[in-house]
């Protein structure tokens, strides 16, 4: 059974940059599709990107050109950097498989 641990969240400035990493243990996710959502407050969880086991990318178009996904199968994690950051992407970030999510990283972009 695959967990999900979430880290890299927190407060940036509107410009900045951050990078959350997404770690997994109890199985190799080099074969899977990864996956990032985010949730703001009262708000539904939505998709932000993903990265195939192929390496093949796709991107929401509110962070197309500014988010990219990555993975490095040899420390078993996925990764989210994401530049140019807006008071909008503000939200609860959480890392998926088809089948499994994991707890979150809470990014909060403020002046």
């Known amino acids: 059974q695959v967990q999900l641990v979430e880290s890299g969240g927190g407060l940036v400035q509107p410009g900045g940059s951050l990078r959350l990493s997404c770690a997994a243990s109890g199985s190799f996710i080099g074969t899977y599709d990864m996956g990032w959502y985010r949730q703001a407050p009262g708000k539904s969880r939505d998709w932000v990107a993903t990265i195939t086991w192929n390496r093949m990318t796709a991107y929401a178009d509110s962070v197309k050109g500014r988010f990219a996904i990555s993975r490095d199968n040899a420390k078993n994690t996925v990764y989210l950097q994401m530049s140019s950051l807006k008071p909008e992407d503000t939200a609860v970030y959480y890392c998926?498989?088809?089948?499994?999510w994991g707890r979150g990283t809470q990014v909060t972009v403020s002046s």
């Open positions: 998926k498989t088809s089948t499994t």
